[in-house]
């Protein structure tokens, strides 16, 4: 790796794509002329609202976004969407969620806060390794919408096929699979995504929203928590993240530039394979996730104890592969490997591992 870097196999903030940093940098002191570092800028002027035209449009154009869904940028990151959500789509006070793991649960958590929250289906049973069965489930007529977390970054189970909402409106947390692969947005009422996972710096949410799905009757909340002032404001109601903005455009940019989404998926399907076909062949390291529900972005993985998965990580650190310590609620190990991770960064840590195992027969 250029620089001195490592392969970070971080959950998030996580890797960003090297020409994008080349990219950045080149352009930190004085953006195309204009004098000044993006960070410096006035977020009303010509050159920066140029800067969230193009992100915007990139990312309309990357995901296919039909024009009757807004894309807003917004702060607190893809937790204030817990609450935002409820807030602003529970109209009858009631809403279906499925439990898959840590993400679903905090926002199971936050929505009964809003109102009635129903869990038709849950993997709590196994510990979140699988992705229950949502094909039929038992579903309120005046419910306001079914929810998922389309990939547990924590638990590392992800979506393979959407639920059966039965007309209900579809709202998923994508932060962690965010543009990993082709999405139809239209199956959607609202899809959101923290940006720091698989497109660029912390503090943004991406809002993806239908445009009946914003009310005007919800005077009542706090003008920041209505998508509607969002909306209206094209996401400058107040000043927005400018850097973030601008960092996940060039992401968007490169994404582009590299092909798009399916080209992403293809990379993605490759890349993880070589981390799962070692794990299956494995006698020291166990994948926690049924196959037919493991993630291609998050890896959790174990060893037979505690005690050898912290001589990996500690071994796996000292060789150049950072973070690869599992979440403090689940233990173990977690490769997380984004958009951003090459493949080579996969296939290093795969020897490396391989080479480990070997030396501690
Ligand atoms: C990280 C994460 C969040 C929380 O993101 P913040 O930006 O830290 O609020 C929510 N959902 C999923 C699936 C995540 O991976």
Not at 138 to 166: A, F
Not at 178 to 188: A, G, I
Request: glycine letters at 8%; hydrophobic letters at 40%.
């Amino acid at each position: 790796m250029k620089y001195g870097r490592v392969f970070n196999f971080s959950a998030g903030p996580a890797m960003m794509p090297e020409p994008v940093l080349e990219e950045i940098r080149d352009e930190m002191m004085n953006y195309r002329g204009s004098g000044m570092c993006v960070m410096e800028m006035s977020h009303r002027s010509k050159v920066y609202q140029q800067i969230i035209d193009e992100a915007e449009q990139d990312l309309r154009d990357l995901m296919g976004i039909p024009d009757n869904y807004k894309v807003l940028f917004i702060q607190g990151g893809a937790t204030l969407q817990f609450s935002m959500i409820p807030m602003n789509l529970m109209k009858n006070g009631k809403a279906v969620y499925i439990e898959t793991g840590a993400w679903s649960k905090k926002a199971i958590a936050e929505a009964k806060k809003v109102g009635e929250v129903i869990v038709a289906a849950s993997s709590k049973d196994k510990n979140y390794t699988y992705i229950p069965d949502c094909s039929d489930l038992d579903i309120p007529e005046d419910t306001d919408y079914v929810y998922i977390c389309e990939n547990e970054t924590i638990h590392g189970v992800t979506w393979s096929k959407l639920p059966n909402t039965k007309g209900h409106i579809l709202v998923s947390d994508q932060s962690s699979m965010f543009l990993s692969k082709p999405c139809n947005v239209s199956d959607y009422g609202l899809i959101y995504a923290g940006v720091q996972k698989n497109v660029g710096p912390a503090g943004m949410v991406v809002v993806i929203i239908r445009e009946d799905l914003i009310r005007d009757d919800l005077t009542d909340l706090p003008i920041y928590l209505q998508y509607k002032t969002h909306a209206d404001n094209g996401s400058m109601y107040n000043t927005p993240n400018c850097w973030a903005i601008y960092c996940c455009g060039k992401v968007f940019k490169y994404l582009k530039s590299l092909g798009g989404l399916k080209e992403m998926e293809k990379i993605n399907i490759d890349k993880a394979k070589v981390f799962y076909d070692f794990l299956d062949q494995s006698k020291m390291f166990k994948g926690t996730v049924v196959p037919q529900d493991r993630s291609l972005m998050n890896i959790p993985f174990v060893t037979e104890s505690a005690e050898l998965d912290a001589e990996v990580v500690a071994a796996t650190k000292a060789a150049g592969y950072d973070n690869l310590k599992g979440h403090k609620s689940v233990g173990g190990l977690r490769a997380s490997i984004y958009n951003a991770m090459p493949k080579e960064g996969v296939v290093a840590l795969v020897e490396f591992l391989k080479k480990f195992e070997a030396e501690h027969k």
